[in-house]
Structures are given as structure tokens and as C-alpha cells.
Nanobody
């Protein structure tokens, strides 16, 4: 399994960015795909996740209403559309694939230990 993130960069507060995560090496079924982030000196934290088959989503409270996760099954790609970015969104953003298939219509997990395949990360820097 291989995850490759892209789309990070340096933006100003209030701007938007779209991150992409291209996944390969897995037949997805109803696995979860998640986005996490880690800021300097802080622990990695959950941002958003989506179930591959049914598209159920979940978001951290800090990004609700500003970030939108989506997936393109044909391209095996997950996106994170980020709007109204804030300086506190500055972090390395990682995508990851869930360890196990989800039961029907359940929300994707938010805990990092539920994810087994991680990308290398993409830096997002938001200036004030």
C-alpha cells in the first residue's frame, strides 16, 4: 500500500487549498481514509475521514464547516478541500488508510491507531 499526498503550500489566512492523496496497492471495499495533521511540538491529530464505499464522513470540531473531505473512487484518490484557513491550521498533513473494513454505514474512525498505511505528509503553512 502506498499513499502520496500533494497540494500543500504557503497561503495567507482566509485562503483555500486542496490536498490530494493518491492511494495504491489496496482493493478498497469499505475502508476508511483519513487525514491527520501534526504541528511542530504537538501530537498528531485527527482532521477528517471518509468511508470509501458509502462516503460517510467525520470531522474534527476545529475544521467543521471549513474543510470538506471527498473521494474519487475511479482515481483511488481522497481530497481535503480546506477553506477559510487559519494560522493554527499550519501543520504537516498526512493521509492514511484504515486497518480494517467498516461495518455497513458506520462512521470512519478518528483514532490514528485505526489506520495502518500513512503517506509522507505535505506541509501546509498559513500566514497571518
Amino acid at each position: 500500500e502506498h499513499m502520496v499526498e500533494s497540494g500543500g503550500g504557503l497561503v495567507q489566512a482566509g485562503d483555500s487549498l486542496r490536498l490530494s492523496c493518491a492511494a495504491s496497492g489496496r482493493t478498497f471495499g469499505n475502508y476508511a481514509m483519513g487525514w491527520f495533521r501534526q504541528a511542530p511540538g504537538k501530537e498528531r491529530e485527527f482532521v477528517s475521514a471518509i468511508s470509501w464505499s458509502l462516503g460517510r464522513t467525520d470531522y474534527a470540531d476545529s475544521v467543521k464547516g471549513r474543510f470538506t473531505i471527498s473521494r474519487d473512487n475511479a482515481k483511488n484518490t481522497v481530497y481535503l478541500q480546506m477553506t477559510s484557513l487559519k494560522p493554527e491550521d499550519t501543520a504537516v498533513y498526512y493521509c492514511a488508510a484504515g486497518r480494517r473494513q467498516l461495518a455497513f454505514n458506520t462512521k470512519p474512525p478518528t483514532a490514528s491507531y485505526e489506520y495502518s498505511s500513512w503517506g509522507q505528509g505535505t506541509q501546509v503553512t498559513v500566514s497571518s
